[in-house]
């Protein structure tokens, strides 16, 4: 199985690809945390995230799609940007044939870190654990994409 997961933000998007072979541990086989200026207008932020997809998609091929689930957080200002960015990545793989799960951040924490309430130190200590990369990580975004990855790895046990 090859899997794209996607940690969704509007400003600042996560992406992973990662293989999962029938035994053994998962490979990293690309990750980016991709940027859009504020200087844009809100429509080209958006048709870029949907272009970027759709050349990871087009590159890798891979045959599901990981996101996490959208919740409320402090910062009500990102909300809406982040829900119509997630309409975006949701319609690339919904146009793709792409099987979609979502999941919570407790449930990332679970099965990153076996602790729902785990912080970002403890999650990316976790990940070279789990996966081998191809390069080091620099973003919590791709952090992020990465955990969600491993997550439905871990619940989808294909």
């Given amino acids: 199985m090859i ?7 509007f400003e600042r998007l ?5 293989q999962k072979e029938s035994r053994g541990k998962e490979m990293l086989m690309y990750s980016e945390c991709f940027k859009t200026s504020p200087k844009l207008p809100h429509e080209e932020r958006l048709r870029l995230i949907g272009n970027k997809i759709t050349d ?3 590159t890798y091929k891979p045959t599901e799609l ?3 689930k ?5 910062n009500q ?3 809406i940007p982040v829900a119509e960015a997630r309409g975006v990545i949701l319609f690339i793989a919904g146009t793709h044939n792409l099987k979609v799960s979502e999941y919570s951040p407790p449930q990332i924490k679970v099965a990153v870190t076996g602790y729902g309430r785990s912080d970002k130190t403890q999650i990316m200590a ?3 654990r789990l996966i081998t990369l191809i390069k080091p990580i620099k973003s919590d975004d791709e952090f992020d994409a990465i955990a969600i990855g491993l997550t439905h790895c871990a619940i989808s046990r294909k």
């Fill in 3 to 9: 899997l794209l997961s996607i940690d969704p933000g």
């Fill in 14 to 18: 996560g992406l992973a690809i990662i």
């Fill in 56 to 58: 990871v998609i087009k």
């Fill in 66 to 68: 990981a996101t996490e």
């Fill in 70 to 74: 959208l919740f409320f957080t402090s």
């Fill in 77 to 79: 200002k990102t909300v």
């Fill in 126 to 128: 976790m990940i070279p």
